[in-house]
């Protein structure tokens, strides 16, 4: 059973900056691609970017970038130029699959989350 724990979350400003970090531990981490996550209240959560085995990413918004250290177990993403409508819980998770994938369902672990706030 892996475990994942993430971190980096908080309160910034418009315009501002953060880098999302997710440490698995319980599972040969290189051999499967990771994705992250985000639920805003009141809404579903949406895919924000994944990443394959070989460290090939992808993501729906131009401002996050994600990437990974396999020495590390470690996967990033890092957020730039943020807005108000990018504040949600971030969420990581692991797939069993090497692939990018950019659906919740293929993803069988999770972290707890992390609080991203985005002020005006």
């Known amino acids: 059973q892996v475990q994942l724990v993430e971190s980096g979350g908080g309160l910034v400003q418009a315009g501002g900056s953060l880098r999302l970090s997710c440490t698995a531990s319980?599972?040969?981490?290189?051999?499967?691609?990771l994705g992250w996550f985000r639920q805003a209240p009141g809404k579903e959560r949406e895919f924000v970017a994944a990443?394959?085995?070989?460290g090939v990413g992808d993501s729906v918004k131009g401002r996050f970038t994600i990437s990974r250290d396999n020495a590390k177990n470690t996967v990033y993403l890092q957020m730039n130029s943020l807005k108000p409508e990018d504040t949600a819980v971030y969420y990581c998770?692991?797939?069993?699959?090497?692939?990018?994938?950019?659906?919740?369902?293929?993803?069988?672990?999770w972290g707890q989350g992390t609080q991203v706030t985005v002020s005006s």
């Open positions: 998770a692991v797939t069993s699959d090497y692939r990018i994938r950019l659906t919740a369902s293929f993803y069988d672990s």
């Open positions: 319980g599972r040969t981490f290189s051999n499967y691609a």
């Open positions: 990443i394959n085995r070989s």
